[in-house]
């Protein structure tokens, strides 16, 4: 229960910052360095590093839109036990979580 304690508030969790170009791109920025290594350049989950993993990454293309901001937010911070997920609420800063949250919303929508 440790993990999902506190998920269950964050379907009303929003960003403060606006999605504008440039937090689009820190947050793509940070996905590069951080995310693409396992979820691949285009966040199919096909990264260099993503082939040994088992469950392999997901496919953020498919499962971003299954989610709002506070919940993307939520994976982000606390990774997704049982995966290669890891936490990165003690790496990236809220702001840098919440801008990478506003790039997945554009990764997924087909734009980089």
């Known amino acids: 229960m440790g993990w999902q304690r506190g998920f269950d508030r964050t379907s ?11 937090v689009i791109a820190s947050g793509r920025a940070t996905y590069g360095q951080r995310c693409m ?6 966040g199919r989950g096909d990264g260099p590093l993503a082939a040994p993993l088992d469950p392999r990454p997901g496919d953020l ?11 993307l937010y939520y994976f ?12 990165w609420r003690d790496v990236l ?10 790039y997945l919303r554009t990764l997924a929508g087909g734009g980089r």
């Open 12 to 22: 009303p969790l929003a960003s403060l910052i606006a999605a504008t170009d440039a």
């Open 37 to 42: 290594p396992c979820h691949g350049e285009r």
């Open 61 to 71: 293309v498919l499962h971003v839109p299954q989610h709002n901001d506070g919940e």
């Open 76 to 87: 982000v911070s606390r990774g997704v036990p049982g995966t290669a997920m890891p936490t």
């Open 93 to 102: 800063t809220e702001t840098q979580r919440w801008e990478l949250v506003a």
